[in-house]
């Protein structure tokens, strides 16, 4: 993701874009408290969580589809 459209999805779920960045670069695994940011992140996406984080075994444990 670029600059412009990572501050764009960043505001429309309501966290800081270098949050996204860092889930991104797998520097950084959302947790169980950005649960419905990371749903809404792949809901805009049209994909699935698992496909955005499929290095996390700790979304499994939240149970975020």
């Known amino acids: 993701l670029e600059g412009r459209q990572l ?3 960043a505001d429309e779920i309501g966290v800081y874009s270098s949050d996204i ?3 991104i670069s797998e520097d950084r695994i959302p947790g169980k408290a950005h649960y419905d940011k990371v ?3 792949a809901k805009l996406l049209d994909t699935s969580i698992d496909s955005l984080f499929p290095f ?3 979304t499994q ?3 975020i589809k």
Do not use: D, I, P, T
Request: charged share 25%; proline share 0%.
């Open 7 to 9: 501050s764009w999805l």
């Open 21 to 23: 960045s860092r889930w």
């Open 39 to 41: 749903k809404l992140l």
């Open 56 to 58: 996390s075994k700790k």
């Open 61 to 63: 444990l939240y149970n």
